[in-house]
T-cell receptor, first 112, second 112 residues
Framework: DQQVKQNSPSLSVQEGRISILNCDYT??????FLWYKKYPAEGPTFLIS?????DKNEDGRFTVFLNKSAKHLSLHIVPSQPGDSAVYFC???????????FGAGTRLTVKP | KAGVTQTPRYLIKTRGQQVTLSCSPI?????VSWYQQTPGQGLQFLFE???????NKGNFPGRFSGRQFSNSRSEMNVSTLELGDSALYLC???????????FGEGSWLTVV
């Protein structure tokens, strides 16, 4: 069963604009959420995370928002750059349990 | 600090054969997880090992197995290969109590 869902398989934005990637989850036990970025022929790279005690975490151009009541999180990239073009995976787990569940990924294309 | 190392990077096997993939975690990391990535399916959790014990297991048939050695290195084995087993197999490691997992570059398996 798909406990983590990324309903948009692809997203295209213009360089300099904001990219918003969305993720929904169904298991209310999840309390730790992460975003990974993946280039072709490489393993996923950790980007940013957030625990359920927060509703926002920021790291440079990347901000993750968590809405626990809606079981929804989003990743904002501002400003978007062509090098951000990659597949982004949302992941969720229960703290200290490495059984991490991933969404199917969203392919982001940032056009110059 | 060296990252997660997976070998081999690419391999081709015939239906019915078996395959063993190897993973060396980041130095000091004791948890090793394995994931399968197929197009459109995201990352599917296979299993997680900690201190040579399988701690978590995903929803895969018994043909998929793994083990972890005392030096935290891990192997996964797939027996009686099927065409549908063609995928990118990713290994990830995390530190004791850590919640973020770090991926290797993966092993591309093609079953013909």
């Amino acid at each position: 069963d798909q406990q983590v869902k990324q309903n948009s398989p692809s997203l295209s934005v213009q360089e300099g604009r904001i990219s918003i990637l969305n993720c929904d989850y169904t298991n209310s036990m999840f309390d730790y959420f992460l975003w990974y970025k993946k280039y072709p022929a490489e393993g996923p790279t950790f980007l940013i995370s957030i625990s359920s005690i927060k509703d926002k975490n920021e790291d440079g151009r990347f901000t993750v928002f968590l809405n626990k009541s809606a079981k929804h999180l989003s990743l904002h990239i501002v400003p978007s750059q062509p090098g951000d073009s990659a597949v982004y995976f949302c992941a969720a787990s229960i703290m200290n349990n490495n059984d991490m569940r991933f969404g199917a990924g969203t392919r982001l294309t940032v056009k110059p | 600090k060296a990252g997660v190392t997976q070998t081999p990077r690419y391999l081709i096997k015939t239906r019915g054969q078996q395959v063993t993939l190897s993973c060396s975690p980041i130095s000091g990391h004791r948890s090793v997880s394995w994931y399968q990535q197929t197009p459109g399916q995201g990352l599917q959790f296979l299993f997680e090992y900690f201190s040579e014990t399988q701690r978590n297991k995903g929803n895969f048939p018994g043909r998929f197995s793994g083990r972890q050695f005392s030096n935290s290195r891990s192997e996964m084995n797939v027996s009686t290969l099927e065409l549908g087993d063609s995928a990118l197999y990713l290994c990830a490691s995390s530190s004791t109590g850590g919640n973020t997992i770090y991926f290797g570059e993966g092993s591309w398996l093609t079953v013909v």
